[in-house]
């Protein structure tokens, strides 16, 4: 297969591209480094069946010069983060909704199989644990303060579900915490890097919230375990929740991080407040149910979280 992987030169798309060099394809990672290294596919370049273009999914002309010569997309380029959720939610909004419509039209010219990078985010403040993918069709925007980032997502797999639909091949993957070499603390869930900085340097680890909100990180070669199997037919017009259901609190993680580190850190707790503004409240829990993808996929995660923390 001829793949190409938008944002290929971040966190997770840096790994995707790695592994599937391991196997028989050609990879092409489009990254335009507002997030990405390249130092993160330093490695893969040189690499016969590799390409690294810099450039913006935004940029139509050359996305549709690169897909028109793949089979599958595996499209994981977005704009998030703390800071451009909180001071940009245009600037979220408009990246990743433009940026999917156009992955999505020029699938559609080609009939190019699309497998979209979604979130947990947009289960929303589901209280009814774990999120199942039951209704796979998540209605309404999601009850979120990250709203702008949630809301950009869900309507960007309306807009794959709806190309599915018509008979698109396209398979969605909704993240839930992902961790591990390359992720930074400025980065969706970067709490782990952001402890371990911390805890490295002796500085407090701050906790938002009380901390007893509850999350299952999932280590990064699990989640590429997890996503490899999506691009084949069989999973078109499917949702998968690629996850674990190894349960932690924030403050429990802050406590593993420092005893694995043998920090002298003090935990501190501040109020949300601080870090993202007036009225911000995190969802309380997120946790995935993974059978789908465990009965579908194959999908079983095998790295605990002491494993991955070291
Ligand atoms: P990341 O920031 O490391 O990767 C995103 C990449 O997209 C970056 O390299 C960035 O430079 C690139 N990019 C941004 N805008 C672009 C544009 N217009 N054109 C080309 N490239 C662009 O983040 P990640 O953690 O690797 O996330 C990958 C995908 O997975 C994202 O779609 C994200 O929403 C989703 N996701 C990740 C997690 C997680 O736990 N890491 C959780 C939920 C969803």
Redesign the pocket.
Known sequence: MRIVV????????SHLSEALLKTEHEVVV????????KKYIAELEGHPRFRFVQ????NRPLLKQLMNQCDVVY???????VKNTVESPLKVIE?NID?TRNILELAWEKQIKVVF?????IYGKNEKLPFTEESDRVLGPPQVHRWC?ATA?AIDEHMCFAYADKGLPVTII??????GP???ST???GVIPKFIVAALNNKDITVYGDGEQMRCF?YIHDTVRGIIPCMEPAFDKHAFNIGTTYRLTINDLAYKIKELTGSSSSIVHLPYELAYGPGYEDMKNRLPDISKAKLMLGYSPKVNIEQGLL
């Open positions: 938008t944002g290929g030169a971040g966190f997770i798309g489009l990254d335009d480094l507002s997030n990405g290294k450039g913006s999914i935004l499209h994981l380029a977005a704009v998030l983060g990246g940026g990078a979604s979130t947990s985010e980032y997502k909704r993240f839930f915490n992902t961790y390359r992720q930074t980065q969706y869930g999932t």
